[in-house]
């Protein structure tokens, strides 16, 4: 498949009323929670954040420097997570090529690249994301081999067993996972490489609590069960290699942002009470393609 053909826009026949809605609330979304954080470094990330917070920022009295020290805590928190995500894709070299799956804004490629020298390719549903995505890789210089497609990542139309690795990082509560991990199968070559950080709901508490409703409803996806990534990777030849709950990791990143005024979008608090009352995990999942 030529470059042209890669990042030509693409007409998706087998787009849903709902991906559409999808789509829709990404090409209009302009939340300061994404737009602030990734204007620190010009790594754009759609994902929240892990590790121990520096909670130092929170005493600092001027007001202004306050809110720029705790967007910039955020970011570093959001990176960690992209990093740690990256670190499970290797090895990989600069001839290798790694997908992308729900890019957003691209931070992750970039973050991928950067580490391992590799050809990245992103796919994102919002026509909106991948413009402004490919202009951040054209402003690096590294458009030759970061490239963002505005495609559906259940069926990208890319090239079959071509990828070493791939991802999603907060975006498998949008599709149906069978759909999905039908395509990394498909896309990774043998031997290669899945990961994905996600939400899930606890089904050994039983159904998803009043929480992950609200999730849903907020974000509009529908948050998957735990037990159904790994009934849906076994179906699609993924074998799980790796399996890490960051529910611990993840909650210093809600407890500062929830007092950052400037970037809370008043799901914080649902967040945190479903982390805690254990019906809500976030999970890392590494994967071998067999």
């Given at each position: 498949?030529?470059?042209?053909?890669?990042?030509?826009?693409?007409?998706?026949?087998?787009?849903?009323?709902?991906?559409?809605?999808?789509?829709?609330?990404?090409?209009?979304?302009e939340n300061p929670?994404?737009?602030?954080?990734?204007?620190?470094?010009?790594?754009?990330?759609?994902?929240?954040?892990?590790?121990?917070?520096?909670?130092?920022?929170?005493?600092?009295?001027?007001?202004?420097?306050?809110?720029?020290?705790?967007?910039?805590?955020?970011?570093?928190?959001?990176?960690?997570?992209?990093?740690?995500?990256?670190?499970?894709?290797?090895?990989?070299?600069?001839?290798?090529?790694?997908?992308?799956?729900?890019?957003?804004?691209?931070?992750?490629?970039?973050?991928?690249?950067?580490?391992?020298?590799?050809?990245?390719?992103?796919?994102?549903?919002?026509?909106k994301q991948a413009?402004?995505?490919?202009?951040?890789?054209?402003?690096?210089?590294?458009?030759?081999?970061?490239?963002?497609?505005?495609?559906?990542?259940?069926?990208?139309?890319?090239?079959?067993?071509?990828?070493?690795?791939?991802?999603?990082?907060?975006?498998?509560?949008?599709?149906?996972?069978?759909?999905?991990?039908?395509?990394?199968?498909?896309?990774?070559?043998?031997?290669?490489?899945?990961?994905?950080?996600?939400?899930?709901?606890?089904?050994?508490?039983?159904?998803?609590?009043?929480?992950?409703?609200?999730?849903?409803?907020?974000?509009?996806?529908?948050?998957?069960?735990?037990?159904?990534?790994?009934?849906?990777?076994?179906?699609?030849?993924?074998?799980?290699?790796?399996?890490?709950?960051?529910?611990?990791?993840?909650?210093?990143?809600?407890?500062?942002?929830?007092?950052?005024?400037?970037?809370?979008?008043?799901?914080?608090?649902?967040?945190?009470?479903?982390?805690?009352?254990?019906?809500?995990?976030?999970?890392?999942?590494?994967?071998?393609?067999?």
């Open positions: 498949m030529t470059p042209d053909a890669l990042t030509a826009p693409l007409q998706l026949p087998t787009q849903s009323i709902y991906q559409n809605r999808v789509a829709d609330y990404w090409n209009a979304e929670v994404n737009l602030e954080l990734g204007r620190i470094d010009d790594l754009y990330h759609h994902h929240y954040g892990v590790g121990d917070a520096d909670w130092s920022v929170l005493d600092e009295p001027d007001p202004d420097l306050r809110k720029e020290l705790i967007t910039t805590e955020l970011h570093r928190l959001e990176h960690a997570q992209a990093e740690l995500l990256a670190t499970r894709l290797g090895p990989l070299t600069p001839s290798d090529r790694v997908f992308d799956a729900g890019c957003g804004r691209g931070g992750g490629s970039v973050t991928a690249h950067l580490r391992y020298g590799c050809h990245a390719d992103g796919v994102t549903i919002s026509a413009e402004f995505a490919n202009e951040q890789a054209r402003k690096r210089g590294i458009d030759g081999k970061v490239r963002y497609h505005h495609r559906n990542m259940l069926d990208t139309g890319l090239e079959t067993g071509a990828y070493a690795a791939s991802w999603n990082n907060e975006s498998t509560m949008y599709v149906e996972l069978d759909l999905l991990f039908g395509e990394h199968a498909r896309l990774l070559r043998r031997g290669g490489r899945y990961v994905t950080i996600t939400g899930c709901y606890n089904d050994t508490y039983g159904q998803a609590s009043r929480e992950v409703s609200l999730i849903n409803a907020h974000y509009i996806c529908d948050i998957h069960p735990r037990s159904a990534y790994f009934r849906a990777m076994a179906r699609n030849r993924l074998v799980p290699v790796h399996v890490e709950d960051l529910t611990e990791a993840a909650i210093p990143y809600w407890e500062l942002r929830r007092q950052a005024d400037h970037l809370v979008t008043g799901i914080e608090e649902t967040f945190l009470t479903a982390y805690k009352n254990g019906s809500f995990q976030y999970l890392l999942i590494a994967a071998d393609r067999v």
